[in-house]
């Protein structure tokens, strides 16, 4: 691409930003109480009453995803037979449970994404398995490990405090539970919290309305595994947001509505999908013993650049890191700098997205619609997406695109959505408009923890989060944090991270019982010599949410980062690394700045 080209484009994705950009960042959005409180209610299973606990129990872990079952699971095999899952919702599953929106499917290849399938002998359906399959499978895990008996369903803990005379962690919850736990495990995830946009008049609709992670079949007809929407045969439907739910659920509005308007601020970049069914056959082939751990660490390395010939899953998430691998091998010896690498990376993107262009140019039929779909940024501004119907479902005759030229809905109104001075009567608004990220961690845990000596969390971290692998913390004896900041930070497969801490932890655990150890603890100078080992890397968010990105939630929407984010970063040497450096520091049987005692 000529030079004059390339800065067209770097002017015309400049221009594109700065329309998004607004002052009000993440205080955009709406939090779900009050008047909006119905929102977040569990439209999937119902509440069974049941007596409060007040027992104590060897572990408590908070939140029943993928964090809580890989480590309970750890736990059941390391011999802990009374591992307690505290969770919100009416079953395991987290993001699965919530997330039943039509065509939910998974955007990382099942046979990395997908917990613990060698040790449950699950083989996935599908490259991509759809979310019926893998709340299923959440649901085998607590099954095969014992996860069940001892768990907590709609129950969201209220108050965690460390008591230092017993050595334990009291807990409390919103039905009254009060029991206490030697040990504690926390994985609430960081997209368990949905948000509403704070478009005005939001309260003043007086047709339907629901978020898409709480979807309201008995209105649409239809189910989690896509039958088709019946109910919204003569309805007019708005959703709102164009980001990766949208893009999964969009195919299946558009075939049922009467007349679909698709509201969008922002294009999604929307890349090939190619999903395929698993042929048992073929499975047999791979499924020799350690075939998971081969196929994650493949991916991660693959997926982060590092220098491996071959390449397992094969797909958009590894094609994109092959891509700029290759440009870089072509960068020549005196132009191996930091500017040639990341001009080297810059051409690569440029690449790509002009690809992801003229794939809308092909598939979209009307011409004004296509131009619209086009994403002005850099793949990895935004969730890259992966689809293969999205676009196509433009071509439905009652299916029409909303562009809102980067401003977003003017207003809502009894009746429907403003967009651009024009009212567009409407019967429902689904709202994709995500969830809360940007937010500290006590406001999307729903409570703060007390670690020793009345220490806060809230406080400890005030000036930004501070651990050893992401998950001990000082202060907090016999707690653990099992999610991917200041870890591996392996964003494009986050599962990986949770097994891996989930395996740790259970190590740590059968360590300290094994020994007769009441507590285990991070160092203070082991925590800060973590901290100063990820300060010595390059820091900063780099091309993911990067401030010269369009507005969203992997730049803080925009707004400049508070000094403590540039705490929010992985293992300098990359994500391989830790994994390798993981490995070896829990196998040692030392667990080297944990103090046992
Ligand atoms: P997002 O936060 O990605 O998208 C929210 C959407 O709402 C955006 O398009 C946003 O526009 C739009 N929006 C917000 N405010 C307004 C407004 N006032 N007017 C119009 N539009 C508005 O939420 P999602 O639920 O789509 O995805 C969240 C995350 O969940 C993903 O990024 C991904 O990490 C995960 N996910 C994973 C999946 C998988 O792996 N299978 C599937 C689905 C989600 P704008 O872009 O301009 O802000």
């Given at each position: 691409?000529?030079?004059l080209?390339?800065?067209?484009?770097?002017?015309?994705?400049?221009?594109?930003?700065?329309?998004?950009?607004?002052?009000?960042?993440?205080?955009?959005?709406?939090?779900?109480?009050?008047?909006?409180?119905?929102?977040?209610?569990?439209?999937?299973m119902?509440?069974?009453?049941r007596?409060?606990?007040?027992?104590?129990?060897?572990?408590?872990?908070?939140?029943g995803?993928?964090?809580?079952?890989?480590?309970?699971?750890?736990l059941?095999?390391?011999?802990?037979?009374?591992?307690?899952?505290?969770?919100?919702?009416?079953?395991?599953g987290?993001?699965?449970?919530?997330?039943?929106?039509?065509?939910?499917?998974?955007?990382?290849?099942?046979?990395?994404?997908?917990?613990?399938?060698?040790?449950?002998?699950?083989?996935?359906?599908?490259?991509?398995?759809?979310?019926?399959?893998?709340?299923?499978?959440?649901?085998?895990?607590?099954?095969?490990?014992?996860?069940?008996?001892?768990?907590?369903?709609?129950?969201?803990?209220?108050?965690?405090?460390?008591?230092?005379?017993?050595?334990v962690?009291?807990?409390?919850?919103?039905?009254?539970?009060?029991?206490?736990?030697q040990?504690?495990?926390?994985?609430?995830?960081?997209l368990?919290?949905?948000?509403?946009?704070?478009?005005?008049?939001?309260?003043?609709?007086?047709?339907?309305?629901?978020h898409?992670?709480?979807?309201?079949?008995?209105?649409?007809g239809?189910d989690?595994?896509g039958?088709?929407?019946?109910?919204?045969?003569?309805?007019?439907?708005?959703?709102?947001g164009t980001?990766?739910t949208?893009?999964?659920?969009?195919p299946?509005?558009?075939?049922?509505?009467?007349?679909?308007?698709?509201?969008?601020?922002?294009?999604?970049?929307?890349?090939?999908?190619?999903?395929?069914?698993?042929?048992?056959?073929?499975?047999?082939?791979?499924?020799?013993?350690?075939?998971?751990?081969?196929?994650?660490?493949?991916?991660?390395?693959n997926?982060?650049?590092?220098?491996?010939e071959?390449?397992?899953?094969?797909?958009?998430?590894?094609?994109?890191?092959?891509r700029?691998?290759?440009?870089?091998?072509?960068?020549?010896?005196?132009?191996?700098?930091?500017?040639?690498?990341l001009?080297?990376?810059?051409?690569?993107?440029?690449?790509?997205?002009?690809?992801?262009?003229?794939?809308?140019?092909e598939?979209?039929?009307d011409?004004?619609?296509a131009?619209?779909?086009?994403?002005?940024?850099?793949?990895?501004?935004?969730?890259p997406?992966?689809?293969d119907?999205?676009?196509?479902?433009?071509n439905?005759?009652?299916?029409?695109?909303?562009?809102?030229?980067?401003?977003?809905?003017?207003r809502?109104?009894a009746?429907?959505?403003?967009?651009?001075?024009v009212?567009?009567p409407v019967?429902?608004?689904?709202?994709?408009?995500?969830?809360?990220?940007?937010?500290?961690?006590?406001?999307?845990?729903?409570?703060?923890?007390?670690?020793r000596?009345?220490?806060?969390?809230?406080?400890?971290?005030?000036?930004?989060?501070?651990?050893?692998?992401?998950?001990?913390?000082?202060?907090f004896?016999?707690?653990?944090?099992?999610q991917?900041?200041?870890?591996?930070?392996?964003?494009?497969?986050?599962?990986?991270?949770?097994?891996?801490?989930?395996?740790?932890?259970?190590?740590?655990v059968?360590?300290?019982?094994?020994?007769?150890?009441?507590?285990?603890?991070?160092?203070?100078?082991?925590?800060?010599?973590?901290?100063?080992?990820l300060?010595s890397?390059?820091?900063?968010?780099?091309?993911?949410?990067?401030?010269?990105?369009?507005?969203?939630?992997?730049?803080?929407?925009?707004?400049?980062?508070?000094?403590?984010?540039?705490?929010?970063?992985g293992?300098p040497?990359?994500?391989?690394?830790?994994?390798?450096?993981?490995?070896?520091?829990?196998?040692?049987?030392?667990?080297?700045g944990?103090?046992?005692?």
């Amino acid at each position: 691409m000529a030079e004059l080209e390339k800065e067209a484009l770097r002017q015309k994705y400049a221009r594109e930003r700065d329309k998004r950009r607004r002052p009000d960042g993440n205080d955009q959005y709406l939090e779900l109480k009050g008047q909006l409180a119905h929102y977040a209610q569990d439209p999937y299973m119902p509440v069974v009453p049941r007596a409060p606990r007040t027992d104590h129990v060897t572990v408590a872990f908070i939140g029943g995803g993928f964090a809580g079952l890989v480590t309970g699971a750890r736990l059941t095999e390391a011999g802990v037979d009374d591992v307690r899952i505290i969770e919100k919702g009416g079953d395991f599953g987290g993001t699965w449970y919530w997330n039943r929106y039509p065509g939910a499917q998974c955007d990382t290849a099942s046979f990395v994404y997908m917990p613990l399938l060698e040790a449950t002998g699950h083989m996935p359906t599908e490259k991509y398995a759809h979310g019926p399959e893998i709340l299923e499978h959440c649901q085998r895990i607590g099954t095969q490990f014992n996860l069940y008996d001892n768990a907590l369903f709609h129950t969201e803990v209220t108050h965690v405090e460390w008591d230092g005379d017993r050595s334990v962690w009291v807990i409390r919850t919103n039905r009254d539970d009060h029991f206490t736990a030697q040990f504690l495990g926390m994985g609430t995830g960081p997209l368990h919290v949905p948000k509403l946009p704070g478009i005005p008049g939001i309260e003043d609709f007086e047709g339907h309305s629901f978020h898409t992670s709480r979807w309201d079949y008995d209105y649409t007809g239809g189910d989690p595994s896509g039958s088709l929407m019946t109910k919204l045969a003569d309805r007019r439907v708005a959703i709102i947001g164009t980001g990766a739910t949208s893009v999964q659920c969009v195919p299946h509005l558009a075939k049922a509505c009467r007349e679909l308007r698709v509201i969008q601020r922002t294009p999604s970049s929307v890349d090939v999908r190619a999903n395929h069914p698993i042929d048992p056959a073929w499975f047999a082939t791979i499924n020799t013993p350690g075939w998971q751990d081969r196929w994650l660490h493949n991916f991660t390395a693959n997926q982060t650049g590092g220098m491996v010939e071959e390449d397992l899953v094969m797909d958009g998430w590894t094609d994109l890191a092959r891509r700029v691998r290759s440009k870089m091998m072509s960068i020549p010896a005196e132009e191996f700098t930091p500017e040639g690498m990341l001009a080297a990376y810059e051409d690569s993107d440029f690449e790509k997205m002009s690809e992801i262009r003229n794939r809308v140019d092909e598939i979209v039929q009307d011409r004004e619609t296509a131009q619209q779909l086009k994403a002005w940024y850099g793949q990895l501004c935004k969730r890259p997406c992966f689809h293969d119907d999205y676009l196509a479902a433009f071509n439905e005759p009652g299916t029409h695109l909303l562009d809102t030229d980067g401003q977003g809905v003017e207003r809502i109104t009894a009746g429907g959505v403003v967009v651009s001075g024009v009212e567009y009567p409407v019967d429902c608004i689904i709202y994709a408009s995500g969830f809360e990220v940007g937010r500290d961690h006590t406001r999307r845990a729903g409570y703060d923890i007390i670690g020793r000596d009345g220490l806060r969390l809230s406080d400890y971290w005030a000036d930004g989060m501070r651990t050893m692998h992401g998950t001990h913390v000082h202060g907090f004896p016999n707690a653990f944090f099992v999610q991917p900041t200041q870890g591996a930070n392996l964003i494009s497969n986050v599962p990986h991270n949770l097994t891996e801490a989930g395996q740790t932890i259970a190590l740590i655990v059968a360590q300290a019982l094994a020994g007769g150890h009441d507590e285990v603890e991070v160092t203070q100078a082991a925590e800060d010599s973590w901290i100063d080992l990820l300060l010595s890397g390059p820091g900063g968010f780099g091309i993911l949410g990067s401030p010269d990105c369009t507005p969203g939630y992997y730049n803080n929407e925009g707004q400049p980062r508070a000094q403590d984010a540039q705490l929010l970063v992985g293992y300098p040497m990359g994500a391989s690394a830790y994994f390798e450096y993981l490995e070896q520091w829990r196998t040692t049987g030392t667990f080297e700045g944990l103090e046992f005692r």
